[in-house]
Nanobody, 129 residues
Framework: QLQASGGGLVRRGWILTLSCAAPRVSLENYVMSWFRQAPGKGREGVSCISASGDRSYYSDSVKGRFTVSRDNAKNTVSLQIHSLEPEDTAVYYC????????????????????????WGRGTQVTVSS
């Protein structure tokens, strides 16, 4: 089970770093992905990072403001958000083995069948103007 953390109530323009950890699972062999779900909207893929950390991808809606990184030694994945906007208000989730496309769509690319990866409990980010 994954656990996302680092959310909170922040002001427009601030920087926030979210973290994803897995106390009982090694993440080093997984593509790690971040998603968000705003109130009343569907889930949107925002970023993914390769297992080694050498490749990262972003949806167009966050490109240039979001930075994904990982530390396999610490078994954590981070998502840094710059210049927060009220439109970034959402619950943010991390998950294993999803590719994220530029339009925010996503696809499971793992091999655990119907389980379709591991998802973490989300963390709420609320941006005030």
């Amino acid at each position: 089970q994954l656990q996302a953390s680092g959310g909170g109530l922040v002001r427009r323009g601030w920087i926030l770093t979210l973290s994803c950890a897995a106390p009982r699972v090694s993440l080093e062999n997984y593509v790690m992905s971040w998603f968000r779900q705003a109130p009343g909207k569907g889930r949107e893929g925002v970023s993914c990072i390769s297992a080694s950390g050498d490749r990262s991808y972003y949806s167009d809606s966050v490109k240039g403001r979001f930075t994904v990184s990982r530390d396999n030694a610490k078994n954590t994945v981070s998502l840094q958000i710059h210049s927060l906007e009220p439109e970034d208000t959402a619950v943010y989730y991390c998950a294993t083995d999803y590719s994220v496309s530029e339009d925010g769509s996503y696809m499971y690319i793992g091999d655990d069948g119907a389980k379709k990866g591991s998802w973490g409990r989300g963390t709420q980010v609320t941006v005030s103007s």
